[in-house]
């Protein structure tokens, strides 16, 4: 694990132990109780490649390297993303290596290897769902589509606005219809990860500002003309760009119109489970790296010649971390497995009504395990004192990872809002 660019805080035995072997060792140990075989070999051969890549590129996963050059390599082995089988979309064929309990493997083992990496992919996928909801065999919409899932290139989502924050609904940024069908799209977003080193966006406008009935959901090519893109820097993820864009009649041709006006926030709402869910199963990842990298540490740190787990605020600490991540991990675990057996079930169309049900799940585990990384990161970061806030250890890239999560994908207040009015209509339904 060598992270170390300035002065050496933590000593190199603990910092041997910290090998991303050992870390994918303690992992599995954990989960092998409750993963299915088919969930476990995966699982382990995406530790595999990344232990290899890790070694053959010499990663440090310093602040300066550039994570996004790894995203071809890690495209080509189908590591970008495993929510679906692509085969009849865009011809990449995964076989029967795909749903959402495997694409929470995938992330699990990626977010060990680099938690800013695994987070900055996890955008991409943000771009690929719609893409392959709605790409009608269009051919450019599959070579946009093939693009995204095999590395190419670089995806983001375009919903959040400066004046509009977590409020999807009521945008700024219009779309006006040319008299050949193409789209003039016009506005400011922000905050939007990926945007300034992406190839493709998918973006949200509206024919009536503040008027959610009247939008329409496009795709668009980052090197067209009105596309201007400035990077919004967040210091808690210095590896990750995020981007705040200007679109100034930015043309969109007929062919990228993934959702006419009128369509775009059906297309918006339809996407949250699997958005959610992903930023939920990317929030236990960071639990459990967390919860490794304490557990590694208190095991080897001496202090009043006893190693640290043995003093009751560190361990009792530590295991209550210990026992919710696995609780929470559980439940991610049984939602996902049940989502894919409906996806299989339904023949790749879940009916609205279990779609609409499965919307209030995802915005609890997405509620639940965003503000638990934030306890969780923290609280085995304190463990560890200063080697669990440096730079030498990778919970510093967790520590700040868990400090965004709440906020993105729709902040905690969001989330109790849709839960709120989930539980009021089932009340009605009585």
């Known amino acids: 694990m060598a992270k170390t660019k300035y002065a050496k805080a933590v000593n190199d035995e603990i910092m041997e132990k910290m090998s991303l072997k050992n870390r994918y060792a303690m992992l599995n140990m954990n989960l092998g109780t409750v993963l299915n075989k088919k969930e476990m070999a995966f699982l382990q051969k995406v530790e595999k490649f990344c232990m290899k890549y890790e070694k053959e590129k010499n990663i440090t996963h310093s602040m300066d390297e550039d994570m996004y050059e790894w995203c071809a390599d890690f495209g080509k082995e189908g590591y970008i993303t495993r929510a679906h089988n692509f085969k009849e979309s865009c011809g990449i064929d995964y076989g029967d290596e795909w749903g959402m309990s495997l694409d929470f493997m995938r992330y699990l083992a990626i977010d060990q290897f680099d938690t800013q990496y695994a987070m900055g992919a996890g955008a991409t996928v943000l771009a690929i769902n719609p893409i392959f909801e709605h790409h009608d ?226 915005s609890q585990f997405k509620y639940q395990a965003t503000s638990l990384t934030t306890e969780v990161c923290y609280e085995a970061a304190n463990l560890m004192g200063g080697a669990g806030l440096g730079d030498n250890l990778m919970s510093h890239d967790l520590l700040g990872v868990s400090r965004i999560q709440e906020i993105v994908g729709g902040s905690r207040q969001i989330q109790q809002y849709v839960l709120q009015m989930a539980f009021r209509k089932m009340f009605k339904m009585i």
């Open 137 to 362: 065999n269009v051919p450019v919409r599959q070579d946009a589509l093939r693009d995204l899932v095999d590395g190419s290139g670089i995806g983001c989502i375009l919903i959040t606005e400066p004046e509009r924050g977590s409020d999807a609904v009521h945008q700024l940024t219009t779309c006006t219809e040319q008299d050949d069908g193409s789209f003039l799209l016009n506005g400011d977003k922000i905050f939007n990860t990926n945007a300034p080193k992406s190839k493709w966006a998918v973006a949200y406008a509206t024919a009536e500002k503040n008027n959610g009935n009247k939008m329409a959901q496009f795709l668009i090519n980052t090197s067209w003309d009105g596309w201007n893109c400035e990077r919004a820097y967040i210091p808690w993820v210095p590896k990750l760009w995020l981007g705040k864009e200007v679109l100034t009649n930015l043309r969109v041709p007929k062919e990228y119109v993934l959702g006419p006006v009128g369509k775009g926030r059906e297309h918006l709402f339809e996407g949250l489970v699997p958005e959610r869910i992903g930023i939920a199963y990317g929030a236990v990842s960071q639990c459990w790296g967390a919860v490794i990298h304490a557990g590694i540490y208190s095991n080897m740190r001496k202090q009043f010649d006893q190693v640290i787990l043995n003093f009751q605020g560190v361990g009792f600490t530590l295991m209550d971390l210990w026992a919710k991540t696995s609780n929470i991990t559980l439940g991610m675990l049984k939602f996902c497995e049940s989502y894919d057996e409906k996806y299989e079930k339904f023949g790749g169309k879940i009916p609205p009504m279990i779609e609409q049900a499965m919307v209030a799940s995802a």
